[in-house]
């Protein structure tokens, strides 16, 4: 059974930081393209970052340039989101999905996969 799991969400205060973690089981992440996308309360899901199946493109949002970094260890079969400075409007709760493509996207209807989430949440 093709399955992600994530973990790593919680509680932090405003200018913390939380490493995100996407596990996968029942297939070999080598060959998708993983991103991680978030819903806030009332919201639309939305992009966060993406990487390549070789871990050699990577895209982020706007809203998270230059605070969050995505990789991958394909050897454990893991992709990472680590979250520095993070802010309150940084608070939902996070998913990462695989797409079984090679290029870095974050177009929603490419990703087949996707897991339950985890709960970030920035609040002092």
């Known amino acids: 059974q093709l399955q992600l799991v994530e973990s790593g969400g919680g509680l932090v205060q405003p200018g913390g930081s939380l490493r995100l973690s996407c596990a996968a089981s029942?297939?070999?992440?080598?060959?998708?393209?993983i991103g991680w996308f978030r819903r806030a309360p009332g919201m639309e899901r939305e992009g966060v970052s993406c990487?390549?199946?070789?871990?050699?493109?990577?895209k982020y949002a706007d809203s998270v340039k230059g605070r969050f970094t995505i990789s991958r260890d394909n050897a454990k079969n893991t992709v990472y989101l680590q979250m520095n400075s993070l802010k309150p409007e940084d608070t939902a709760v996070y998913y990462c999905?695989?797409?079984?493509?090679?290029?870095?996207?974050?177009?929603?209807?490419?990703?087949?996969?996707w897991g339950q989430g985890t709960q970030v949440t920035v609040s002092s």
């Open positions: 990487i390549s199946s070789s871990g050699g493109s990577t």
């Open positions: 029942g297939f070999i992440l080598d060959n998708y393209a």
């Open positions: 999905a695989a797409a079984p493509i090679t290029i870095a996207t974050m177009t929603l209807g490419m990703y087949d996969y």
